[in-house]
């Protein structure tokens, strides 16, 4: 069977073709963005945002676009093959990592690994091998994770604040010598007036965050922006009321989380634990 021919004339890449729509969709209905944003509750920004492709905005928004004109569920289907897109999340990384960089605070909750700006190189090397990377792309990538550590090292370095599910910490590397300097560089980077470290235990239960592994940016001209992430994909939060929203289920899990004296005696326990068993 033969390609199926555009006759559109409209984008066939999934990002611009949803911005397009958005547009086509407000100049047919003759409404201004604060109109838009009137009639659906949301500030008028981000549908501006939105139009400019400078963030998909969440399913929530697209669902409403779609009652609002009438489109069923046109938009939300475009929303879902932008978020899935591969060629975006690349984009979106790039986007995030270069805010990371100018971030004056960073706030972390890791569901099952530890971030990026924490990890050896080993555990680095193994978590990439396990998402598919292989030969030169795993060395240049494992050597990128490295590098970002030195954002910490800065004399202006930011605050930074990672909160760990139990889970991380009972997830050990292959090797148990590995494992062992995994824990002590967490125990290192803790010792460090700029570093927090925290863990939440498993008898807390189910709470704000279960499956979600989220790090927050403070940038300096006050914003706060979110990069929400999978195994395979991520988004860049930068819109304001649903980075907020982010942020209050990031504080309710702090709150259950344990101190930073207590999640390093409990690092501690699970590298003496490490420690008792042979290196493969």
């Known amino acids: 069977m033969p390609p199926r021919r555009a006759v559109t004339g409209r984008s066939q ?165 590995e494992w062992r300097k995994q824990l002590e560089l967490l125990l290192d980077m803790g010792e460090r007036p700029n570093v927090m470290v925290q863990i939440v235990r498993h008898a807390v239960g189910i709470h704000a965050l279960s499956n979600t592994d989220t790090t927050f940016l403070r940038l300096s001209d006050g914003r706060t922006v979110a990069w929400v992430e999978t195994g395979y994909s991520g988004e860049l939060v930068q819109e304001t009321a649903a980075a907020e929203r982010l942020q209050l289920s990031y504080d309710l899990v702090r709150d259950l989380a344990m101190s930073p004296v207590e999640s390093r005696k409990f690092i501690r326990q699970m590298w003496e634990e490490a420690s008792c068993e042979p290196s493969t």
């Open 13 to 177: 890449e999934p990002r611009q073709r949803f911005v397009e729509e958005l547009r086509l969709l407000r100049a047919q209905k003759g409404d201004s963005l604060r109109q838009l944003g009137e009639a659906l509750g949301w500030d008028w920004s981000l549908f501006g945002k939105m139009e400019s492709g400078q963030t998909l905005g969440g399913p929530e928004v697209a669902q409403a676009l779609d009652q609002y004109y009438g489109t069923k569920d046109l938009l939300l289907t475009l929303w879902e093959l932008a978020v899935a897109d591969p060629t975006q999340f690349r984009e979106r990384y790039r986007r995030y990592m270069t805010l990371e960089a100018e971030a004056l605070s960073m706030w972390h909750y890791g569901v099952s690994t530890i971030h990026g700006l924490l990890q050896t190189a080993s555990y680095a090397r193994e978590l990439l091998s396990a998402g598919g990377l292989s030969g030169e792309q795993l060395t240049r990538q494992v050597e990128a994770r490295k590098g970002r550590r030195a954002a910490l090292d800065r004399d202006d370095a930011p605050r930074f604040r990672t909160i760990l599910s139990e889970a991380v910490l009972r997830t050990p590397l292959e090797d148990a010598a």
